[in-house]
């Protein structure tokens, strides 16, 4: 159980590092369309 756990871990982990590298693409391509700041983009799970 406990290496599921941990396992389960890093994916959220991963997800949330994917999901920031998104936003900051985003930023960049339409940044007028998204005019909050990268903490308040990160959605908590």
Do not use: C, W
């Amino acid at each position: 159980e406990k290496r599921l756990a941990e396992s389960f871990g890093e994916i959220e982990q991963l997800f949330q590092t994917v999901h920031v590298d998104n936003m900051k693409v985003m930023r960049t391509f339409f940044p007028e369309e998204l005019p909050f700041h990268h903490n308040e983009s990160i959605p908590r799970y």
